[in-house]
């Protein structure tokens, strides 16, 4: 069967005979033996926030791989309904850890409970809603492993998307690519996008984001670039929602992402430092957060200019 995506120009051919896991992830599995200096150490953590999921967890979990250096954390965000039913049947036959909140926490705190139990070296986020193909994980993970990036991020623009998607996620996405292609110099299209993946020395990022629910998506990417991390955003599938509805409150959401921009802004401008050389030029610095003495040259690079410039000016700067 020939599946043609929203956006007209890509095609995927259905294999006729379903592949097994084992074939699906031969490449990653071969790949990661790479990475182990022991039979069963951890290389990859998949780590899957669940609310109220039962008609797709099941499912989902199947089609992950099923190797001994990957493991699965799914985060039960107090479900009200018959996920966790469905998960226990899935432990019956693979190993899956599971960990409950008593209470829901959001999306955001529900991957932070799973992030702190990974083992992995690499560890990725998957929604369990079947939006996600796990025969993306590669691509997200292996720029990880060769150390080619510290973070990536799936996106359906770079890949395929199979539904028509609602105008006002296109326009907050765009919205919220410029304000981080301003102020932060990376281009990220697919910003929201829940599959992503990072590697282990990046965890201290995490330690004091304030985000709890889905602007932690944002704030991720604005915090792993203030550190100087390197971002990279990967071509990925991404399937129609089948059952239930996005949990998105959208009026939250765009809320919470306009004070997050404006408290990251404001990190922004601390960190920056204008200073003229001996020549007469202009040389915009930022201080290193990882090495706290240093001063990284930011070169004239035409985002920085312009936004540094502008603050420079409004704040009058004294040029040392
Ligand atoms: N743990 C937890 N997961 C959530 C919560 N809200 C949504 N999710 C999960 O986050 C993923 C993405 O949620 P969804 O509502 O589909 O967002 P969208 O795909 O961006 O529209 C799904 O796997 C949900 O089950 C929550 O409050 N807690
Ligand atoms: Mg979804």
Known sequence: MIIRSIKGNKYIQKPSQKPTIANLFQELYKYIENFKNFEDQ?????????????????????????????EIIVVNDDSTDNSL??????????NIKVINHKINRGYGAAIMTGIKQAKGRVIVSMDSDGQHSPDDLFTLVKPILDERADYTIGSRYLGTYFYQLPLSTRL??????????????????????????????ILPIFNDLKYDGYAFCTEQILKTSLEGYKIKECPIKVYDRKYGTSHIILSKLA??????????????????????????TLKIYEKSL???????????????????????????????
């Open 42 to 70: 951890v290389i990859i953590s998949i780590v899957i926030p669940l609310y109220n999921e039962e008609k797709t967890i099941r499912k989902v979990l199947d089609c992950l791989p099923n190797h001994n250096s990957i």
């Open 85 to 94: 039913h469905e998960i226990e049947i899935v432990q019956s036959y693979r």
């Open 172 to 201: 907050g996405e765009l919205f919220v690519e410029k304000l981080i292609r301003i102020f932060f110099g990376k281009k990220i299209m697919n910003n929201q996008n829940g599959f992503r993946a990072f590697n282990r020395k």
């Open 255 to 280: 809320i919470n992402i306009v004070t997050l921009f404006f408290n990251y802004i404001i990190k922004k401008i601390r960190i920056t430092v204008i200073k003229r050389d001996k020549s007469g």
């Open 290 to 320: 990882k090495r706290k003495k240093e001063l990284l040259n930011l070169k004239f690079k035409k985002e920085y200019t312009y936004l540094n410039s502008i603050i420079f000016l409004e704040r009058g700067y004294t040029i040392a």
